[in-house]
């Protein structure tokens, strides 16, 4: 991925579903203008979701996903259709496209709509399809929703599904903020910043290069530095910086030696609010105080990436809450899009700050670990708790 390109988990994802043949990778390619989805006349070409980014006139840099039919059948087909399904998780607005007998439709709508995903109803192939008024009138009375004709042949409904589109992206879309109301216009904003042996030369890691660049269109003043050259910025600066962002690793080191006016928070931190619900992450630390060296603990990562021989969840909060609890609590560790049906085996869950997951994603995550009862917070908010400083951490505006 470019630097200059809008990350993909910061993008509208829009998800295509419907049976097999019902038009969707013709249809997902009239909306990108380009050959993006394999075309066949042979039911179940798409095999697994294709994620294609664009930027949609009128909104924005999104996602488009194009889905395996949801009638695919066999021991295979099942398979593809819950690969179809998985997708939901990063779902924000669903495009249903029908080719006929609505009515077979219904598990599948009321599952996007049991996720709360806006769901737009598409007539594919309308200049094929017999009598696309009387579908029209069946997905009205069965699902309550206006369908939109659409032929991916002639472009008919397109530039009107794009705008329906648009006017279902929920209202997060319009207003997020990394930094929330912590950085304002004219403020100037320290960053201290370690940098990990392992990344590759010349590049920032995600939510830096995130937070600098709303920093910028907000037209703060910003400063960076490594956690070694702290004293050196803080002399170059004419006054105290409103705010200080830092890495979870650097907390400790960077909270005794900031000045008393300037607010203190972290990358991690800030993304707790921006990806998710950081009230109930604040809450699920609180079991930190009640770890035992018979407790569990999940630590999960939302990207792949090789551990560093100092790796954060890898390596300093394992041994931080043994340090706490005990030398035999035990630490399970998933990645990616790991993430245990069952939570209920665990004391508590420490996720990282989710900065390669849509908004979606983590909330589901939140969400699932609360319905089983099972307390989650994130490396920020755990490694300030587990320091001590939780308290004199500023926190933004929740997402």
């Known amino acids: 991925m470019s630097i200059n390109e809008t990350p993909r988990s910061e993008r509208l994802h829009i998800g295509l579903f419907g049976r097999r043949n019902a038009g969707k990778s013709s249809l997902?390619?009239?909306?990108?203008?380009?050959?993006?989805?394999?075309?066949?006349?042979?039911?179940?070409?798409?095999?697994?979701?294709?994620?294609?980014?664009?930027?949609?006139?009128?909104?924005?840099?999104?996602?488009?996903?194009?889905?395996?039919?949801?009638?695919d059948e066999g021991k295979l087909g099942d398979m593809r259709v819950t690969r179809a399904m998985e997708t939901l998780d990063k779902t924000d607005v669903a495009v249903y496209v029908f080719d006929g007998a609505p009515e077979n439709e219904a598990r599948h709508i009321d599952e996007i709509k049991t996720r709360r995903i806006p769901v737009i109803a598409v007539i594919g192939k309308c200049d094929l399809i017999p009598d696309p008024g009387r579908i029209a009138d069946d997905i009205r009375a069965l699902y309550g929703v206006e369908a939109i004709r659409v032929s991916a042949e002639s472009g008919e409904g397109i530039d009107e599904l794009k705008?329906?589109?648009?006017?279902?992206?929920?209202?997060?879309?319009?207003?997020?903020?990394?930094?929330?109301?912590?950085?304002?216009?004219?403020?100037?904003?320290?960053?201290?910043?370690?940098?990990?042996?392992?990344?590759?030369?010349?590049?920032?890691?995600?939510?830096?290069?995130?937070?600098?660049?709303?920093?910028?269109?907000?037209?703060?003043?910003?400063?960076?530095?490594?956690?070694?050259?702290?004293?050196?910025?803080l002399s170059a600066l004419a006054s105290p910086p409103r705010l200080i962002i830092t890495d979870s690793q650097a907390f400790r080191t960077v909270f005794e030696k900031k000045p008393a006016e300037s607010l203190l928070t972290s990358f991690s931190v800030l993304f707790a609010a921006y990806k998710g619900d950081i009230r109930a992450l604040i809450r699920g630390a609180e079991a930190l105080d009640h770890l035992s060296a018979s407790s569990r603990v999940l630590i999960a990562e939302a990207c792949a990436h090789a551990p560093a021989e100092e790796d954060i969840g890898r390596v300093r909060i394992p041994a931080l809450?043994?340090?706490?609890?005990?030398?035999?609590?035990?630490?399970?560790?998933?990645?990616?899009?790991?993430?245990?049906?069952?939570?209920?085996?665990?004391?508590?869950?420490?996720?990282?700050?989710?900065?390669?997951?849509?908004?979606?994603?983590?909330?589901?995550?939140?969400?699932?670990?609360?319905?089983?009862?099972?307390?989650?917070?994130?490396?920020?908010?755990?490694?300030?708790?587990?320091?001590?400083?939780?308290?004199?951490?500023?926190?933004?505006?929740?997402?």
Request: glycine share 10%.
């Open 321 to 399: 809450l043994r340090k706490k609890a005990g030398d035999s609590l035990r630490v399970d560790f998933v990645r990616g899009r790991d993430f245990p049906e069952d939570l209920t085996g665990y004391d508590l869950i420490i996720h990282c700050g989710a900065c390669m997951f849509t908004r979606r994603q983590m909330m589901g995550r939140i969400s699932e670990a609360e319905r089983q009862g099972v307390p989650i917070c994130n490396y920020g908010i755990a490694l300030a708790c587990l320091n001590g400083i939780l308290k004199y951490v500023a926190l933004p505006d929740e997402g």
């Open 163 to 233: 705008n329906a589109i648009i006017h279902s992206a929920p209202e997060r879309f319009w207003e997020l903020s990394v930094t929330g109301s912590l950085a304002k216009p004219g403020d100037t904003i320290l960053l201290v910043m370690p940098q990990d042996r392992e990344a590759p030369k010349g590049r920032l890691i995600l939510p830096q290069a995130q937070t600098i660049r709303e920093l910028l269109d907000k037209n703060c003043v910003v400063t960076a530095c490594t956690p070694e050259g702290m004293d050196a910025a």
């Open 28 to 71: 997902i390619n009239a909306l990108t203008g380009q050959e993006t989805a394999l075309v066949s006349d042979i039911p179940g070409t798409t095999t697994d979701p294709v994620y294609k980014a664009m930027e949609l006139h009128g909104f924005g840099p999104v996602v488009f996903i194009d889905t395996p039919g949801l009638d």
